[in-house]
């Protein structure tokens, strides 16, 4: 199908943004025998501008049935470097060190990739292309009213995905949750920094006031280039210091980065909530950053995402085939998708609260006992025992997470 605008366009599945999450949806609804998959998609081009510091692990990879990313990886690490505030470092190989880290992607790359593999199993994409407001009859969410080049259509479809990221209108539209609490929002600021002198082999995590509620990464690009950025929850934000703020006075604190020069930057926000009651209603359903899925203690987004997307594509093939796409139908979504992924995602959001409270001193005390500790699981149990035994003092306010 080659989807014209004018009148009005019908399909099966719709998906509302070509992320790397809407397009894996695609992908699976279409491979699962859904035959008429559409992926709109307001930008020009797919995954570009990149806002994410590009870091990910390969570990998630075969699940999503992904032989080969070629060159959208751009660097691989042997681990990760934590940093507390005073100065005390801790190792992680990468085998322990969670979903953000191994290789540190080319992001525009990776996204067109992903819609590479959607349009192999026949994926339609329209480009420049807005969704406006989702189109509801007697309740059930029916397509959307969009927007090409100024000319404006209606898409009708028996199921819509809403993939649009972070600031998804999608699920608003559709009724599915509210806005999002500061507490709950990253607020972040990033430079690619080139010509600086640092180890390229880790990525690089620094905690405390540097970053408040966040961290601040390093991300290496090669030899001598990283993504240098830092997340801080928005609700600590001090008068009228920006995120820019606290990353220029890191950098100018660090020899090593200061005779850095930017080649570009990035801003823009990450839900760092616990996972919403509800991702669907009559005829919708939300994935990735718009189902806000990414990890609260990283805040990485692709690989929960994605995970998640490859269930989202089953169910809507499923949903396509049985012609039935009301919320009961769409409840194997959330119970399979939650089953995959929530207890992990509760799990590190409890966490995140608790470490919110720390103060450098903390981080000092948490950085300092797993420095010497031999951790061969990095999960937040293995973590808290590990601190547990150097300071039971500092675990005392987490013992029911035990
Ligand atoms: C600064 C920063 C650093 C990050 N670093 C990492 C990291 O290192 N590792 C990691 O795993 N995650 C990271 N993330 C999170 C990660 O970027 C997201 O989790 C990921 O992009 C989610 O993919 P998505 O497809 O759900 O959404 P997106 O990638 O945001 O894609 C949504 C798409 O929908 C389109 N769209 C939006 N509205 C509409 C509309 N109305 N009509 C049509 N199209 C629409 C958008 O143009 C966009 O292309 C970072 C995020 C930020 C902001």
């Not at 790397?20 to 949806?25: E, L, W």
């Not at 959208?72 to 681990?79: F, L, N, P």
């Not at 030899?223 to 009228?240: P, Y």
Request: net charge negative; with cysteine.
């Amino acid at each position: 199908m080659k989807p014209k605008t004018g009148g009005k366009i019908d399909c099966d599945v719709l998906v509302i943004g070509a992320g790397p999450i809407g397009c894996t949806a695609a992908r699976f609804a279409a491979k699962n025998g859904a035959e008429n998959v559409l992926v709109i998609e307001k930008r020009q081009e797919i995954g570009s501008p990149v806002r994410c510091a590009e870091g990910v692990s390969l570990s998630w990879l075969e699940e999503l049935e992904i032989d080969d990313l070629g060159d959208a990886i751009k660097w691989k690490v042997k681990g990760a470097k934590l940093y507390s505030p005073s100065g005390h470092k801790m190792t992680i190989g990468k085998e322990l060190a969670g979903d953000e880290v191994g290789a540190v992607l080319e992001r525009d790359v990776f996204d067109k990739e992903m819609a590479v593999l959607a349009a192999k199993e026949g994926v339609d994409f329209m480009l420049k292309t807005t969704a406006k407001d989702v189109i509801k009859e007697n309740g059930e969410v029916v397509g959307v009213k969009a927007e090409n080049m100024g000319e404006k259509f209606e898409i009708r479809a028996q199921l819509v995905i809403g993939a649009d990221g972070f600031e998804s209108q999608v699920g608003r539209w559709g009724g599915v949750y509210d806005t999002l609490k500061p507490s709950d929002i990253m607020t972040c600021f990033q430079y690619r920094l080139s010509n600086i002198d640092f180890d390229p082999e880790h990525t690089h995590f620094y905690l405390g006031s540097v970053a408040p509620g966040g961290y601040l990464w390093i991300f290496p690009k090669g030899e001598d280039k990283a993504n240098v950025g830092l997340g801080l929850q928005l609700s600590r934000l001090d008068g009228n210091k920006t995120p820019k703020d606290y990353l220029d006075e890191f950098i100018e604190d660090h020899e090593e980065f200061d005779k850095g020069q930017a080649v570009d930057m990035v801003a823009g926000g990450v839900c760092v909530d616990h996972p919403p009651d509800s991702v669907i209603t009559d005829g919708l359903m939300l994935v990735g950053d718009a189902s806000r899925v990414v990890d609260p203690i990283t805040g990485g987004g692709i690989a929960n995402g994605m995970k998640q997307a490859k269930i989202a594509g089953e169910v809507a093939a499923e949903a396509v085939e049985e012609g039935k796409t009301d919320e009961e139908f769409l409840s194997r979504y959330e119970k399979r998708w939650r089953k995959r992924l929530e207890d992990k995602l509760w799990r590190n959001y409890l966490a995140k609260e608790k470490a919110m409270e720390l103060d450098d001193e903390q981080f000092d005390m948490i950085v300092d006992a797993l420095s010497d500790q031999d951790l061969d699981e990095l999960s937040t149990e293995a973590l808290l025992k590990a601190v547990a035994d150097k300071h039971p003092e500092l675990v005392e306010s987490f013992k029911d997470m035990l």
